[in-house]
């Protein structure tokens, strides 16, 4: 984007200040699809050596993490001390699926970058552990022991504690210049289970994806299932000629519903969860469900869907939101989130989350240039918008 002068600053910042050894908790997999994420693209669109070398060793910093009986990582770490937990709040010690589901992508390249296999071994264990273990109808829950390597529950979902998993099973294939068809036929198999069980059209026509509570349907979707118009949309064109058609109306369709989400609020902006039952057709009905905090999923999903089909209305959604970031969002030193969407004099949370400028206002970015901009051709976003490139020349990490 032409920021010189900032990304000098930065570049002089993680230098200097980037502090590798804090002591404290921190969650392995944002410390890899927020820093190693943009560490890594950080060198691939500059070749400055400091961020290989930075993203390197903080990857080095994660591998205590992994000496389970399983091999699949607690979700807490101290960079300090290299000890590691499960979050206190996941249930019986286990591991989360879009935690431990969400590094295959990185770990690859620090692998290719490095010369260590270790990286690209941790992740292709991982995807062992989960082949091996049944799954129920064909889904994925979002609990899994690190010591059995077995389901801890029942709960399924294509939003938050699943989410991003799926993501990583479409774009490892994507990243692998289409090589690793084992990450395709996961995926594949994965999204066919999901439509069996869990997609769903509403009374209104609206479809959406319900979560599994142990093979019962909670009607309810999170804004963070809503990157999945996006998923989808950029699966769609490798799903063969018969299925291509298909899928980009799912991902259409899903997209919409997300739209619809937004279009019902007064701010324009959508809630953290929106529901299909007692009446309701893509609102909160909780209290607690009311809130915006800048998430990108929606506006991803728009810029997918633009760069498959080019209709235009992808735009005009992408600019409502911009308009509504403005009117409701906007405070004196940057962004912030909102408490409640559906009214039109919201309260600020006093919060810009960091992926506002990653992933939010990047994808908007995109929506808006031309497709040769990061083309998906060359190029696969990490979970948090970090762009990473394709292995067009074969990586030296085997993904066998
Ligand atoms: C981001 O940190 C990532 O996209 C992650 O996969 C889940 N969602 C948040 C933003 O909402």
């Known amino acids: 984007m032409e920021l010189e002068e900032e990304f000098q600053e930065a570049k002089k910042w993680v230098e200097k200040s980037f502090d590798l050894n ?23 669109l500059t070749g400055e050596e400091v961020f290989k070398s930075k993203a390197l060793e903080l990857g080095e910093k994660l591998l205590p993490a992994f000496n389970t009986p399983t091999g699949i990582p607690r979700g807490v770490i101290n960079l300090g001390s290299g000890m590691s937990w499960s979050w206190g709040w996941a249930s ?37 552990v989960l082949n091996r273990v049944e799954k129920p109808q064909g889904l994925y829950p979002n609990f899994l022991s690190p010591v059995t390597g ?46 069996k069980h869990l997609v769903k ?35 769609a064109e490798h799903a063969g000629e018969e299925r291509k058609q298909h899928y980009v109306d799912l ?20 809630p953290e969860a929106f529901r299909f039952d007692a009446g309701t057709e893509a609102m909160a009905t909780r209290l607690s469900e009311r809130y915006y905090i800048l998430r990108p999923e ?52 006093n919060m810009q989350q960091s992926f506002f400028l990653a992933e939010t206002l990047k994808y908007l970015y995109l929506l808006f240039c031309e497709d040769d901009v990061l083309s998906l051709d ?15 020349t074969n990586f030296k990490a085997s993904v066998q």
């Open 251 to 270: 991902a259409a369709e899903i997209t919409n519903t997300c739209h619809e989400s937004y279009a019902r609020s007064d701010t324009k902006l959508g």
């Open 298 to 349: 929606v506006v991803e999903s728009y810029m997918y869907m633009w760069r498959l089909t080019h209709d235009p209305k992808y735009r005009q959604w992408g600019w409502e939101v911009v308009k509504a970031l403005e009117k409701h969002c906007r405070v004196e030193a940057g962004f912030s989130g909102i408490r409640d969407v559906y009214t039109t004099t919201p309260t600020h949370d």
């Open 378 to 392: 060359d190029w696969v976003f990490n979970t948090e918008a970090h762009p990473l490139p394709v292995n067009h």
């Open 92 to 128: 019986a010690g286990s591991s989360i699926l879009a935690e431990f589901g969400t590094l295959h992508l990185e770990f690859l390249h620090l692998s290719e970058l490095s010369g260590n296999p270790v990286f690209a071994e941790k992740v292709m264990n991982i995807r062992k």
């Open 201 to 235: 059209k509403s009374a209104g026509g609206l479809t959406y994806i319900a979560e599994w509570r142990g093979g019962i349907l909670d009607h309810k979707m999170g804004h963070l299932a809503c990157f999945s118009g996006g998923m989808i949309a950029l699966g």
């Open 22 to 44: 804090a002591n404290g908790e921190a969650s392995l997999f944002e410390v890899n699809i927020r820093y190693i994420g943009g560490l890594l693209a950080a060198y691939y």
């Open 150 to 195: 077995n389901w801890v529950q029942h709960h399924v979902s294509i939003g938050g504690l699943g989410d991003s998993f799926y993501e990583y099973l479409i774009k490892s294939w994507l990243m692998s210049d289409k090589k690793d068809s084992e990450a395709k036929k996961m995926y594949d198999d994965a999204l066919e289970a999901i439509e």
